[in-house]
């Protein structure tokens, strides 16, 4: 059995087009985690690996990408460890087998998965992505859970979103973040909504431009912000006008529109 080891430099570790290589040995098994140096870990086009060993990618990786390998078993919660500081890229693409997103992933800044046709995904996988800041999902067919559930609308750090093939969804909420959006084979999609939420900004009295909030916003959220709570007072504040055309409106949990 042929294996593939990171080059003498630890610090990147690809496998391109490898068609004989049946296992990747990329584990570190000290519980010494701080003298590991890889940082970055490619495996793309190796339509033959099967398999990665047990055990757990060093803690030092930075980015992981999987491309086209049709035959490697999935990844694991158990492969990585619970404080994944460093790990901020995860490029997933063509990967059949991957069921599961591992949970520990906290400050990943970079999604993308395509072509994972047995993937599911679960509401607090995405919501516990608190740093990303760009997500691209594409052709994962089996992933049922509704757009709204996904809680991209209450992201602050999200800036670019591709979305594709979600042919049974009507609307789509998007976060006021957004700095880029791709979508594409969205066969029912109807509408495009923001929700835009403020809160504990106790000196805060105006945000609005004069023209007013944007036609698209469909959501808007205030709490704890008293000034601005008052100024958006139902027909009474001086900026009532200004989102009067929202169709939902909260204000310290109280709905007023």
């Given amino acids: 059995m042929r294996q593939w080891t990171t080059n003498p430099f630890n ?4 496998a391109v087009g490898t068609q004989a290589v049946v296992s990747l040995p990329v584990h570190h098994h000290s519980n010494n985690t701080t003298n590991c140096g ?3 870990l490619h495996i793309l086009q190796c339509s033959s690996v099967a398999s990665i ?5 060093v803690c030092t990786l930075k980015s992981i990408r999987v491309g086209d390998c049709a035959q490697l078993q999935p990844i694991s919660e158990e492969m990585f460890h619970h404080n994944n500081n460093a790990l901020e890229d995860l490029n997933i693409l063509g990967y059949p087998n ?3 997103i591992p949970d520990c992933l906290y400050n990943l800044k970079d999604l993308q998965i395509g072509k994972c046709e047995n993937l599911e995904l679960q509401p607090h996988q995405l919501q516990g992505l608190t740093y990303l800041t760009s ?3 594409t052709n994962c067919e089996n992933i049922k859970m509704p757009l709204s559930e996904w809680g991209l609308a209450r992201s602050t750090s999200l800036k670019t979103l591709t979305i594709s093939d979600y042919h049974h969804h009507h609307s789509l909420l998007l976060p006021t973040t957004l700095a880029e959006l791709f979508i594409s084979s969205f066969k029912n999609l109807e509408s495009l909504a923001f929700l835009l939420c403020i809160s504990r900004c106790p000196n805060l009295q105006s945000f609005l431009p004069r023209e007013g909030l944007s036609n698209m916003l469909s959501e808007l959220l205030i709490t704890d912000c008293p000034l601005l709570i008052q100024r958006c007072s139902k027909e009474k504040g001086e900026d009532w006008p200004k989102i009067a055309h929202i169709p939902y409106v909260k204000t310290d949990d109280r709905l007023i529109l």
Wanted: no cysteine; net charge positive.
């Fill in 11 to 14: 610090e990147l570790g690809k």
């Fill in 38 to 40: 890889l940082q970055i």
């Fill in 53 to 57: 060993p047990r055990g757990r990618f």
């Fill in 98 to 100: 991957l069921r599961i």
């Fill in 135 to 137: 997500l691209k999902i």
